[in-house]
């Protein structure tokens, strides 16, 4: 058998069994993303999802935590596309070093993230770098998940961050985790706009 007629059979196979899957996959409603791990690169996904979710012409909404305190590319495009942005702006933790005032902003931006959670018109709600602030304990985690659970049937959640809890992953339809196996920072090369940020 030549080489075309063993890709052929192959193939057919691969698609027998993703038609099948397809096939199965019925139920239509919102799902839970989750996007952690040590890699670069979480952001950046969860925004392709938001990106995606706009060039469909549904409407998405983004809960921005730790980052926040300077120029944001996806931000800057995605406000011009109606976007409505909640923004912690603190930057990050180890830099404001007040454990209070962190968590008084958190709770800040949750409370506003509550509201896009409640409102069906948004299809797609991206809760950038929540994982930290279910971690550090800023924000209470019972709550925060029930918030998710109780979100409208269609909506979905992209959630962001390194050492995503057990309890997201819980109620998660999917968990992706991405691995850190080299960084240019880590060689000394600053972060770049446009790419990094």
């Known amino acids: 058998m030549d ?39 979480k952001s950046t996904a969860g925004f392709g999802t938001v990106a ?4 469909h012409g549904y409407q998405a909404a983004v809960v921005q935590f730790i980052k926040g305190t300077w120029d944001c590319g996806e931000r800057t495009l995605l406000e011009q596309h109606d976007v409505p942005f909640a ?13 209070e005032s962190d968590i008084a902003a958190a709770e800040k931006v949750w409370r ?10 948004y299809h797609l709600v991206l809760l950038d770098e929540l994982t930290y602030m ?5 924000l209470n985690k019972e709550e925060v998940i029930e918030v998710i659970n ?17 309890a997201l992953k819980d ?6 985790e991405i691995k850190d196996i080299k960084h ?12 990094d940020w």
């Open 171 to 176: 109620i998660a339809d999917t968990v992706s």
């Open 112 to 121: 506003e993230a509550k509201l896009f959670l409640a409102d069906p018109q």
């Open 150 to 166: 109780n979100r409208p049937k269609n909506q979905s959640v992209v959630i962001t961050g390194r050492g995503a809890i057990k």
């Open 52 to 55: 995606r979710c706009v060039g």
């Open 3 to 41: 080489k075309q007629a063993k890709h052929k059979i192959k193939s057919q196979k691969l698609k027998e069994k993703v038609d099948s899957h397809v096939a199965q996959a019925q139920t239509e409603r919102g799902v839970v993303l989750i996007i952690t791990g040590n890699g670069k690169g």
């Open 184 to 195: 240019a920072f880590k060689a000394g090369i600053k972060a770049r706009k446009g790419v």
């Open 134 to 138: 279910l971690g550090y304990d800023y």
């Open 87 to 99: 923004v912690m702006g603190t930057g990050f933790t180890w830099e404001t070093q007040d454990r």
